[in-house]
């Protein structure tokens, strides 16, 4: 595995591998890997011939600067696991490489970002996710990008950003990586008290708790909504949101009708926490 910290580092990199006839696989994360990033880059490594990570803990997508400065970074760790993986090439770029002085472009989504967590981290937050995943799609110009269920309106945010903007890049969503209980992985899980992260397990309960009920018929909105409120209740958790929505506007909808993406957040402590499932009514994934 290669690792290059500057954009010509990466371009010189990628006309090597691009000249050779590789297709190319780009999974941007933003470090701190866990089992969910490495399963990213594995499904890249079986589709593509070469494989690009980006670790980049992307400052504009933030609203918090506490959450920001207290983002766990260790790059020593994450190339090992990233090597491990099968990964051809790491980019770790500084922040002065990605957003030069006086940077003054971003790339703006409407409708799809205004909802759930656009709505409670503000208009910054998708913002800065589609314009830093633009620099990166690019730079690097892969085939495919590899992106993970667990932020499912991001999902929603970046297809949208490819379809407007006209990249030919296939986007591939991968499942959510869980603990053996259910919990999501997730960085910010680190920072969980161990009661807290007993505690955090009530979200995926809520989210298995609505999909039983949609198995057993119950389609509305109102009605999987208080399910899951009262499976966050009973771990005294009082969610940011909790919200039914279409899978690829992430508007609100009243019933699932064909599916629809529950999804939740929620702050245990200080960490916020998301997670979301896909409920049909004869079942959920
Ligand atoms: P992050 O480093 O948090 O920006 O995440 C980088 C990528 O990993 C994103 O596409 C996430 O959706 C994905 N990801 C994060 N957690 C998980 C998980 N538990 N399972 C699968 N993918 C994940």
Avoid: W
């Avoid at 399910?227 to 009082?238: G, T, Y």
């Amino acid at each position: 595995m290669e690792t290059v910290t500057t954009k010509n580092a990466l371009r010189t990199a990628l006309e090597r591998a691009r000249s050779d006839g590789d297709s190319i696989g780009l999974v941007p994360t933003m470090g701190a890997f866990h089992d969910g990033h490495i399963s990213l880059m594995r499904a890249a490594r079986e589709r593509c011939d070469f494989v690009v990570v980006s670790l980049f803990v992307n400052p504009t997508q933030f609203n918090d600067a506490a959450d920001l400065d207290s983002y766990p970074i260790d790059h020593e760790r994450d190339s090992a696991l990233a090597e491990t993986a099968g990964v051809d090439l790491l980019f770790i770029p500084s922040r002065e490489e990605i957003y030069p002085t006086d940077f003054s472009t971003t790339v703006s989504v409407t409708g799809v970002s205004k909802t759930l967590c656009g709505h409670s981290r503000g208009p910054q937050h998708f913002q800065g996710v589609a314009t830093v995943v633009t620099k990166l799609f690019n730079l690097v110009q892969p085939d495919l990008a590899f992106f993970g269920q667990k932020d499912a309106q991001q999902v929603a945010v970046i297809k949208r950003v490819v379809r407007d903007l006209d990249f030919e890049i296939e986007i591939v969503v991968c499942p959510t990586v869980r603990e053996p209980d259910g919990l999501a992985l997730s960085s910010r899980n680190t920072h969980l008290t161990p009661v807290e992260r007993e505690r955090a397990t009530a979200l995926n309960r809520a989210l298995t708790a609505a999909s039983e009920i949609a198995r057993g018929g119950e389609g509305s909105a109102a009605a999987l909504k208080q399910v899951a409120l009262d499976e966050l209740a009973e771990s005294e958790i009082e969610p940011e949101y909790v919200e039914l929505v279409s899978p690829e506007t992430m508007q609100p909808v009243e019933a699932v009708e064909g599916s629809a993406l529950l999804a939740i957040a929620a702050h245990v402590g200080q960490p916020r926490l998301i997670d979301n499932a896909v409920i049909t009514t004869n079942g959920s994934q």
